[in-house]
């Protein structure tokens, strides 16, 4: 750790938010608005901290900000990879290691997700992590952003919790089992011993029958159905196409659920808005 830049963090940030736009972020513009860019409360909840404590570090005062929260903030103004190496500086951090184990999502992916409102969409990692959701994405999957250390992996939890499972059609079950093990391993396979997947694969083998089973298969290239089979909670069943756009630099994907018009699942998924936005509010 090194002596934070009080005063150039502080005129970054102003410069980050006046050159962000509402429509930029997802957010509606309104009539009243005389702010250039953004507003430091707007940014702040895009930042996931308080409206105080991001003011502060605008005015050159407050603590310095841990390097959780400087990837906080990094990721609400849509910083680019080089912009968030330069705030982590600026803070007194060292940046992050980058490579496709990174979480920093692309400005340009989070432009599209943030257009998603009305969809059911999320960004996950190589390993299945979930990095960001629209909230009809959380109203369909639950807030699957919130899991911390191997759970935040759905093919980890897909084996050692089995309630994970409850979402999917249970038809469904035995072929999901062997899409998630042939994906961690040509993740693993790819990223060599040491790396985060290798870990999960040691994690899985000791913690589960059924992937020591399907493990030793060493099946691979088992790609995920177009359509899914949910199961959900409060609506029902739900017949969703995932269309996905693959971030190669990050190694991040971009899934977007969709119902055929006209169809149960269409109607259904029109429900579950509906009962999401309530329970949101």
Not at 54 to 68: A, K, M, N, T
Request: with cysteine; charged share 25%.
């Amino acid at each position: 750790m090194t002596t934070i830049d009080r005063t150039g963090l502080a005129e970054f940030l102003r410069r980050r938010r006046a050159a962000l736009q509402p429509e930029d972020v997802g957010l509606p513009r309104g009539q009243r608005r005389r702010t250039s860019g953004l507003r430091r409360e707007e940014v702040a909840a895009l930042c996931h901290m308080s409206a105080d404590y991001y003011s502060r570090l605008e005015r050159e005062r407050g603590p310095q900000p841990s390097e959780q929260m400087v990837a906080s903030i990094a990721q609400g103004l849509h910083l680019t990879v080089d912009e968030r190496d330069h705030l982590f500086r600026l803070a007194g951090h060292q940046p992050p290691a980058r490579g496709s184990a990174g979480e920093h999502v692309s400005p340009g992916l989070l432009r599209i997700l943030d257009r998603l409102h009305d969809t059911p969409a999320e960004i996950v990692s190589e390993l299945g992590e979930t990095l960001r959701q629209t909230p009809l994405g959380v109203a369909l999957t639950g807030d699957t952003a919130s899991f911390v250390g191997p759970a935040r992996s759905l093919g980890y939890r897909w084996f050692t919790d089995p309630s994970s499972r409850d979402l999917y059609a249970a038809e469904d079950h035995a072929f999901l089992s062997r899409m998630f093990a042939s994906g961690l391993r040509g993740v693993a396979t790819l990223r060599g011993p040491g790396s985060r997947a290798a870990h999960l694969v040691d994690l899985l083998l000791g913690q589960s029958e059924e992937f020591r089973t399907v493990w030793a298969d060493h099946e691979v290239g088992i790609r995920p159905h177009e359509v899914k089979n949910f199961v959900h909670p409060q609506v029902g069943p739900l017949e969703l196409s995932c269309q996905s756009l693959l971030d190669p630099a990050a190694s991040h994907w971009l899934l977007v659920y969709t119902a055929a018009p006209g169809s149960e699942s269409h109607d259904r998924l029109r429900l579950l808005s509906v009962i999401g936005t309530q329970a949101l509010a």
